[in-house]
Antibody
């Protein structure tokens, strides 16, 4: 059974940093791209970042490029999202999401970790 | 960026009725479209991928169709548990984008 368990969310001041983690199990982690997708309170879904199975290739939404960094440790089957220079617009529920063989199809989602940016 | 426009915003139907949800893309995305269901308080769940393929474990009352710019998700006979938000999403171009969602009320 595929499981994705996010952690690391919390309340942070504008301009601050936060590191999210996702512990994955139940599948061959290094064989699949992984993603972060967020959902602001009462809003729709927004793709944030994708990392290839090897970790060599990363992709970011324009809204987070230069501030967020996605990484993975295939030996520990974990995905991370380092978030810097946070603003109120980054307030959201952040989902760790597994891709199918196609990068842009998301077949398993974690339950999310909440990030709130406020002074 | 490819914009996906979903309609209607809200669909109010009774159990057993047929639900038809639409998603229109701002440019040709072939069949690179998925549908997700998000029940209240839950994470999204993949229903349909590549426009018409049901994901594992999805009941046959859910079906998808379309290609190019116009797509449809059909729920043939609504069940009470189908109360949810439904999102379409394209993977034709980066960035992958989602529609704004259709709320299905039972």
């Amino acid at each position: 059974e595929v499981q994705l368990l996010e952690s690391g969310g919390g309340l942070v001041q504008p301009g601050g940093s936060l590191r999210l983690s996702c512990a994955a199990s139940g599948f061959t982690f290094g064989s699949y791209a992984m993603n972060w997708v967020r959902q602001a309170p009462g809003k729709g879904l927004e793709w944030v970042s994708t990392i290839s199975g090897s970790g060599v290739d990363t992709y970011y939404a324009d809204s987070v490029k230069g501030r967020f960094t996605t990484s993975r440790d295939n030996s520990k089957t974990t995905l991370s999202l380092q978030m810097n220079s946070l603003t109120a617009d980054d307030t959201a529920l952040y989902y760790c999401v597994k891709s199918t063989a196609h990068y842009g199809t998301y077949d398993f989602w974690g339950q999310g970790t909440r990030v709130s940016v406020s002074s | 960026e490819i914009v996906l426009t979903q309609s209607p915003a809200t669909l109010s139907l009774s159990p057993g009725e047929r639900a038809t949800l639409s998603c229109r893309a701002s440019q040709n995305i072939n069949t690179y479209l998925a549908w997700y269901q998000q029940k209240p308080g839950q994470a999204p769940r993949l229903l349909i991928y590549d426009a018409s393929n049901r994901a594992t474990g999805i009941p046959p009352r859910f079906s998808g169709s379309g290609s190019g710019t116009d797509f449809t998700l059909t729920i043939s006979s609504l069940e009470p548990e189908d109360l949810a938000l439904y999102y379409c999403q394209q993977r034709r171009n980066w960035p992958c984008t989602f529609g704004q969602g259709t709320k299905v009320e039972i």
